[in-house]
């Protein structure tokens, strides 16, 4: 039987956050809650902010089977009843007495040692430093161009000088050595149907140009489209990884132009091939789409995060329709954890369980020996992307 219980376990994709002290359970419920029902939210659609509305929110937060999960995964780890309440209580005392031993005891229960943080949410940026002061396991940070592509924006600056502090920028962050790679969330912008022939210097001189004189006409995602060309050429040069938000995201996504397949022009085009890029979320819901990419196209890898946790019991739907097309070796596990380690605690603690079971599943229906689908999951919680990111 395949067992994971003693397996170490790196998280390919979170955001990093700080130690908040002690949270009330309403705190805890919209830090941890999916991206969604804000008290802005509400506002801005005209409903007025009552202790009645306060309450409906946070009744639709803990009624999720992926809250409850993370409320019974914590008691058992504290020793309390497993209810809001009494988790916290014992919670906040331990993060009283020294947050980072905290988070060593939480994390080490899971077998959680690293994780790859996006820098790019929130913002503005955490000093990375600070952020490994709270956080005593290794982080590996990744660059992300939109707040890039934000910030030049503001700046009147013509297509010269854009382009100049856009390379520079992405050149100096990977050069230096700690970012491990580059992300794009332009599935939340302008969607993933991005040309391969938006690569032409031509298109982004032109794009910023009607941006500037405001003759519309898609020129902010012919803009877009290509920096993110340029930006899987930085890394071609610079040798790492590109991850593509794909997939569900809070709220605001384009949960339609998030379809992993609308990438398939872009990745397999000739002078693209030689990037390894990671389809983050592997495209959850259209994670079997991801699965096929990944097996068809020689440098595409995939990760489960946000659909573990936050999808629930479809962590072992995830790992299933993902394992029928992706080579075992491609996969990558990854919470898309934030605000809080209890996210990434409990994604770590199903994601382990739900692998568990899969490839037990798989075993016995002879598509795996047990070796195999035990090395199958240590490359899966950790080995394939350590490979990936060239981590020692
Ligand atoms: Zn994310």
Redo the contacts with the bound molecule.
């Keep these: 039987m395949v067992d994971v219980s003693g397996l170490r376990v790196l998280d390919v994709?979170?955001?990093p956050y700080l130690n908040k002290g002690a949270v009330s359970a309403e705190q805890f419920t919209d830090l941890t809650a999916f991206g969604g029902g804000s008290r802005a939210y509400m506002e801005e659609g005209g409903v007025a902010w009552t202790p009645g509305v306060s309450d409906e929110l946070q009744r639709i937060k803990r009624g999720t089977l992926y809250f409850t999960r993370m409320v019974n995964d914590l008691a058992t780890f504290l020793g309390t009843a497993p209810d809001i309440d009494s988790v916290l209580n014992e919670r906040n005392a331990q993060v009283a007495v020294s947050y980072p031993d905290y988070v060593t005891r939480l994390f080490g229960d899971a077998g959680l040692d690293t994780v790859i943080f996006?820098f790019g949410?929130p913002l503005p940026m955490l000093d990375i430093d600070e952020v490994n002061a709270d956080l005593p396991i290794e982080i590996v940070p990744i660059y992300r161009i939109e707040p890039l592509i934000a910030d030049l924006l503001k700046q009147d600056l013509s297509w010269s000088e854009f382009k100049e502090k856009y390379d520079t920028s992405i050149s100096e962050a990977l050069s230096s050595g700690r970012y491990k790679g580059v992300k794009s969330?332009i599935a939340y912008r302008t969607g993933l149907e991005v040309s391969p022939l938006s690569r032409t210097a031509d298109q982004g001189f032109q794009a910023l140009d009607a941006i500037r004189r405001g003759l519309g006409g898609g020129s902010m995602k012919k803009l877009r489209d290509h920096l993110l060309c340029r930006a899987i050429e930085l890394c071609m040069e610079y040798d790492v990884p590109m991850q593509i938000?794909t997939g569900m995201?809070d709220f605001e996504v384009n949960l339609v132009m998030c379809r992993p397949s609308y990438l398939m022009d872009l990745l397999r085009f000739p002078v693209y091939r030689s990037c390894r890029v990671l389809l983050?979320?592997t495209g959850y819901p259209y994670h079997r789409e991801a699965a096929y990419m990944a097996n068809v196209l020689p440098r595409v890898y995939l990760d489960v995060?946000?659909g573990i946790p936050f999808a629930s019991s479809a962590a072992w739907e995830i790992y299933e329709g993902v394992m029928a097309m992706a080579p075992l070796n491609k996969i990558c596990y990854g919470s898309?954890g934030?605000q809080l380690p209890e996210i990434m605690y409990t994604s770590a603690k199903l994601g382990k369980q739900a692998l568990q079971d899969t490839l037990n599943g798989l075993v016995s229906k002879g598509m795996l020996t047990e070796t195999a689908a035990q090395q199958a999951a240590v490359g899966i919680l950790s080995d394939n992307a350590r490979e990936l990111y060239k981590l020692d």
Excluded: L, Q, R
Aim: charged share 20%; proline share 0%.
């Design positions: 994709h979170a955001h996006d949410v969330i938000h995201g983050v979320h995060s946000e898309d934030y």
